[in-house]
């Protein structure tokens, strides 16, 4: 039997483009898995709104895990999680947190190479950052575990000087440590996805903003996955003060029952 690893990994390899949705609770990713998507992400921006947190690990990890436990008993579809920075401030304890990610039946995981300074978030440096994903692959190889690790690299995020050429240097680290994929949010524009591409062996993925071009082109480029990020939470919680305000102003439940 096919694990849920090997079939989300498998995604990255098809034809087709991977198109993942970021769920928030149970119910969303529920959503989601009608809707015949292949599989399904958390956004934790989403989830840490849903729960009164602001984004960037201010949303205690236990909270966060009775969310994708719920969401991975929920589903049959392969989960990935917005892990962040690893919610941890060493190496064994970033493992010890995939380690429970690994026992609720999650298939991958994002991890960031940027962290918070202050109010500020910055670049991490790559090669202590490559020796942190070969420290958790190595762990996973010993205790014979599986899980794909996606790294989100934030040159394009944070507006690095030339961002091709510090993509690239990170993409090569980040290949030689072990990586499964390379996540670029906030890249758009066609040359710089071309090149990014070029410069790696592993699957890119890129996520849902304004300008990013369709899903022919993407797949023209060569990318493999692309989400939607925050954005579906977003777009449905912006409707819901619509709704509230519509009944308040019309003094009836029309605008919720019709």
Known sequence: MTSSFQQFKELHYS???????????????QLVQQENYPAVATSSAAVANSLGYDDGEAMPFDEYLLIIRRITATVQIPVTVDLEMGYGNTDEAIYANIRKLIDTGVAGINIEDSMMAGSARVLQDAKTFANRIAFIK??????????????RCDTYLLKVANPQAETAARLLLYGSSGADGIFLPFISKE???????????????????????????????GVKRVS???FLFNKVYNQAPVLVRSVQEAKNFGALLN
């Not at 034809?15 to 990713?29: D, F, H, R, T, Y």
């Not at 010993?142 to 996606?150: K, Q, S």
């Open 15 to 29: 034809p087709e483009l991977l198109v993942l949705p970021n769920a928030w609770n149970a119910k969303s990713a």
């Open 138 to 151: 190595n762990k996973l190889a010993a205790d014979g575990l599986e899980i794909f690790i996606n790294i």
């Open 191 to 221: 040359a710089d996805i071309a090149a990014a591409v070029k410069n790696t062996k592993l699957p890119i993925n890129v996520m849902c903003i304004p300008g990013l071009p369709d899903f022919d082109i993407l797949q023209q480029l």
């Open 228 to 230: 939607m990020g925050p």
